[in-house]
Protein backbone atom coordinates (compact mmCIF):
# COMPACT_ATOMS: atom_id res chain seq x y z
CA UNK A 1 0.00 0.00 0.00
CA UNK A 2 1.39 2.89 -1.70
CA UNK A 3 -0.97 5.61 -0.68
CA UNK A 4 -2.24 8.22 1.87
CA UNK A 5 -6.01 8.03 2.34
CA UNK A 6 -8.26 10.57 3.53
CA UNK A 7 -11.85 10.75 4.35
CA UNK A 8 -14.37 12.76 4.37
CA UNK A 9 -13.88 13.76 0.69
CA UNK A 10 -16.15 16.78 1.18
CA UNK A 11 -17.53 18.21 4.41
CA UNK A 12 -19.57 20.71 5.30
CA UNK A 13 -20.18 22.57 8.58
CA UNK A 14 -21.72 24.75 10.46
CA UNK A 15 -19.60 27.29 12.97
CA UNK A 16 -20.94 25.37 16.03
CA UNK A 17 -19.90 22.08 14.91
CA UNK A 18 -17.53 19.37 15.96
CA UNK A 19 -15.92 17.32 13.12
CA UNK A 20 -12.98 15.41 12.53
CA UNK A 21 -10.86 14.52 9.47
CA UNK A 22 -9.17 11.49 9.00
CA UNK A 23 -5.71 10.61 6.96
CA UNK A 24 -4.29 6.84 7.46
CA UNK A 25 -1.22 5.36 5.67
CA UNK A 26 0.04 1.84 5.80
CA UNK A 27 3.83 2.74 4.63
CA UNK A 28 5.50 2.61 8.13
CA UNK A 29 5.82 6.23 7.23
CA UNK A 30 6.70 7.87 10.99
CA UNK A 31 6.08 11.71 10.36
CA UNK A 32 2.72 12.80 9.53
CA UNK A 33 1.62 16.12 8.36
CA UNK A 34 -1.74 18.33 8.26
CA UNK A 35 -1.49 20.89 5.57
CA UNK A 36 -4.50 24.07 4.38
CA UNK A 37 -4.31 24.80 0.87
CA UNK A 38 -6.90 28.19 -0.48
CA UNK A 39 -7.66 28.34 -4.23
CA UNK A 40 -4.76 29.10 -6.67
CA UNK A 41 -2.56 29.07 -2.91
CA UNK A 42 0.16 26.79 -2.09
CA UNK A 43 -0.42 24.20 1.23
CA UNK A 44 0.80 26.04 4.14
CA UNK A 45 2.01 23.95 6.93
CA UNK A 46 -0.37 23.33 10.24
CA UNK A 47 1.05 20.48 11.95
CA UNK A 48 3.89 17.86 11.90
CA UNK A 49 4.24 14.48 13.91
CA UNK A 50 7.30 12.68 14.01
CA UNK A 51 6.85 9.07 15.61
CA UNK A 52 3.45 10.00 16.89
CA UNK A 53 4.56 13.30 18.55
CA UNK A 54 3.68 16.99 17.93
CA UNK A 55 6.51 18.21 16.48
CA UNK A 56 5.91 21.36 14.84
CA UNK A 57 2.25 23.52 15.78
CA UNK A 58 2.56 26.45 12.79
CA UNK A 59 0.88 28.93 15.51
CA UNK A 60 -3.05 27.38 14.32
CA UNK A 61 -6.01 28.25 15.93
CA UNK A 62 -7.01 26.22 18.80
CA UNK A 63 -9.97 25.78 17.12
CA UNK A 64 -7.75 23.19 14.89
CA UNK A 65 -7.19 20.03 16.94
CA UNK A 66 -4.37 17.36 15.83
CA UNK A 67 -4.40 13.61 17.28
CA UNK A 68 -1.91 11.11 16.54
CA UNK A 69 -3.27 7.76 17.64
CA UNK A 70 -0.93 5.40 16.48
CA UNK A 71 2.00 5.64 13.51
CA UNK A 72 -0.58 5.10 10.75
CA UNK A 73 -3.57 7.21 11.48
CA UNK A 74 -3.87 11.08 11.90
CA UNK A 75 -6.90 13.18 12.69
CA UNK A 76 -7.31 16.67 12.67
CA UNK A 77 -10.43 17.52 14.91
CA UNK A 78 -12.30 20.92 14.42
CA UNK A 79 -14.80 22.77 16.85
CA UNK A 80 -16.42 26.51 16.45
CA UNK A 81 -14.55 26.88 12.63
CA UNK A 82 -14.87 30.16 10.60
CA UNK A 83 -16.20 30.97 7.05
CA UNK A 84 -12.44 31.37 6.37
CA UNK A 85 -10.82 28.24 7.01
CA UNK A 86 -12.85 26.55 4.50
CA UNK A 87 -10.37 25.25 2.63
CA UNK A 88 -9.07 21.86 1.08
CA UNK A 89 -7.25 20.13 3.42
CA UNK A 90 -4.40 17.84 3.03
CA UNK A 91 -2.42 15.28 4.88
CA UNK A 92 0.46 13.48 3.97
CA UNK A 93 3.57 11.32 5.17
CA UNK A 94 7.19 11.38 4.93
CA UNK A 95 9.70 8.13 5.75
CA UNK A 96 12.11 10.21 7.67
CA UNK A 97 13.49 13.64 7.87
CA UNK A 98 13.70 16.40 4.71
CA UNK A 99 12.47 12.72 2.47
CA UNK A 100 9.84 13.41 -0.11
CA UNK A 101 5.87 13.80 1.37
CA UNK A 102 3.34 11.43 0.32
CA UNK A 103 -0.19 13.89 0.17
CA UNK A 104 -3.43 12.41 0.27
CA UNK A 105 -6.39 13.45 -2.02
CA UNK A 106 -7.77 15.81 0.18
CA UNK A 107 -10.63 16.95 2.62
CA UNK A 108 -12.89 19.63 0.44
CA UNK A 109 -14.39 21.57 4.27
CA UNK A 110 -16.82 24.36 3.67
CA UNK A 111 -17.73 25.98 6.54
CA UNK A 112 -21.24 27.92 6.67
CA UNK B 1 4.11 35.14 -18.80
CA UNK B 2 4.51 35.86 -15.00
CA UNK B 3 1.97 37.56 -12.49
CA UNK B 4 2.20 37.90 -9.21
CA UNK B 5 -0.64 38.68 -6.56
CA UNK B 6 -3.58 36.06 -6.08
CA UNK B 7 -2.88 35.14 -9.50
CA UNK B 8 -0.89 31.38 -11.01
CA UNK B 9 2.31 32.48 -12.98
CA UNK B 10 0.83 30.44 -16.25
CA UNK B 11 2.58 28.62 -18.65
CA UNK B 12 0.52 27.85 -21.98
CA UNK B 13 2.38 25.42 -24.87
CA UNK B 14 1.58 23.09 -27.71
CA UNK B 15 1.11 19.00 -27.01
CA UNK B 16 5.06 17.79 -27.97
CA UNK B 17 6.63 21.17 -27.02
CA UNK B 18 9.28 20.76 -24.24
CA UNK B 19 8.25 22.80 -20.92
CA UNK B 20 10.64 24.75 -18.59
CA UNK B 21 8.72 25.86 -15.27
CA UNK B 22 11.14 28.32 -13.12
CA UNK B 23 11.18 28.47 -9.16
CA UNK B 24 13.11 30.43 -6.93
CA UNK B 25 13.69 29.58 -3.29
CA UNK B 26 14.44 31.70 -0.97
CA UNK B 27 16.69 29.73 1.79
CA UNK B 28 20.26 29.59 0.86
CA UNK B 29 21.05 27.09 3.82
CA UNK B 30 18.40 24.42 1.93
CA UNK B 31 19.59 21.27 0.80
CA UNK B 32 16.58 19.24 -0.31
CA UNK B 33 14.03 20.31 -3.22
CA UNK B 34 11.39 18.80 -4.56
CA UNK B 35 8.83 19.37 -7.02
CA UNK B 36 5.26 18.43 -7.00
CA UNK B 37 2.11 18.41 -9.41
CA UNK B 38 -1.57 18.99 -8.28
CA UNK B 39 -4.47 18.49 -10.89
CA UNK B 40 -7.28 19.87 -9.94
CA UNK B 41 -9.68 18.85 -7.07
CA UNK B 42 -6.36 16.12 -6.13
CA UNK B 43 -3.61 16.75 -3.32
CA UNK B 44 -0.35 17.11 -4.66
CA UNK B 45 1.84 14.21 -6.05
CA UNK B 46 5.31 13.90 -6.31
CA UNK B 47 7.42 14.36 -9.30
CA UNK B 48 11.29 14.72 -8.94
CA UNK B 49 13.48 15.26 -6.18
CA UNK B 50 17.07 16.76 -5.99
CA UNK B 51 19.50 17.20 -3.04
CA UNK B 52 22.14 19.79 -2.92
CA UNK B 53 24.93 18.17 -3.75
CA UNK B 54 23.76 17.65 -7.36
CA UNK B 55 22.77 20.44 -10.34
CA UNK B 56 20.91 17.89 -12.48
CA UNK B 57 17.84 14.68 -11.70
CA UNK B 58 16.54 13.49 -14.63
CA UNK B 59 13.37 11.19 -14.00
CA UNK B 60 11.17 10.38 -16.82
CA UNK B 61 10.99 13.13 -19.44
CA UNK B 62 11.30 15.22 -16.49
CA UNK B 63 14.47 17.27 -15.87
CA UNK B 64 15.11 19.31 -12.50
CA UNK B 65 18.12 21.72 -12.81
CA UNK B 66 19.21 23.32 -9.72
CA UNK B 67 21.29 26.66 -9.47
CA UNK B 68 22.46 26.98 -5.67
CA UNK B 69 24.37 30.38 -6.64
CA UNK B 70 20.88 32.35 -7.58
CA UNK B 71 18.97 30.06 -5.85
CA UNK B 72 16.96 28.72 -8.78
CA UNK B 73 15.24 25.18 -9.78
CA UNK B 74 14.03 24.42 -12.56
CA UNK B 75 11.41 21.50 -14.15
CA UNK B 76 11.66 20.50 -18.00
CA UNK B 77 9.43 18.44 -19.00
CA UNK B 78 9.80 16.67 -22.55
CA UNK B 79 7.51 16.38 -25.05
CA UNK B 80 5.07 17.46 -22.73
CA UNK B 81 1.07 15.71 -23.27
CA UNK B 82 -2.30 16.59 -22.18
CA UNK B 83 -2.46 14.99 -19.02
CA UNK B 84 0.67 16.93 -18.17
CA UNK B 85 -1.88 20.41 -17.43
CA UNK B 86 -1.80 21.22 -13.75
CA UNK B 87 -0.58 23.19 -11.18
CA UNK B 88 3.06 22.66 -10.19
CA UNK B 89 4.59 23.46 -6.54
CA UNK B 90 8.65 23.58 -6.10
CA UNK B 91 9.25 23.05 -2.25
CA UNK B 92 12.31 23.53 -0.29
CA UNK B 93 13.64 21.65 2.90
CA UNK B 94 16.18 22.34 5.29
CA UNK B 95 17.12 19.26 6.30
CA UNK B 96 19.18 18.20 9.40
CA UNK B 97 17.71 18.49 13.16
CA UNK B 98 14.14 18.43 13.74
CA UNK B 99 13.07 20.26 10.88
CA UNK B 100 10.46 18.36 8.69
CA UNK B 101 9.01 21.59 7.43
CA UNK B 102 8.70 22.09 2.98
CA UNK B 103 7.92 25.26 2.04
CA UNK B 104 6.06 25.58 -0.87
CA UNK B 105 6.73 27.96 -4.09
CA UNK B 106 3.74 29.88 -4.93
CA UNK B 107 3.12 27.31 -8.27
CA UNK B 108 2.66 27.62 -11.82
CA UNK B 109 -0.33 26.56 -14.08
CA UNK B 110 0.63 24.40 -17.16
CA UNK B 111 -1.68 24.45 -19.40
CA UNK B 112 -0.81 21.80 -22.93
CA UNK B 113 -2.86 22.80 -25.80
CA UNK B 114 -3.79 19.70 -28.30
Known amino acids: DTEVTQTPKHLVMGMTNKKSLKCEQHMGHRAMYWYKQKAKKPPELMFVYSYEKLSINESVPSRFSPECPNSSLLNLHLHALQPEDSALYLCASSSGLALEQFFGPGTRLTVL | GESVGLHLPTLSVQ ?79 KSGGSNYKLTFGKGTLLTVNP
Request: glycine share 6%; net charge neutral; proline share 3%.
Open chain 2, 15 to 93: EGDNSIINCAYSNSASDYFIWYKQESGKGPQFIIDIRSNMDKRQGQRVTVLLNKTVKHLSLQIAATQPGDSAVYFCAEN
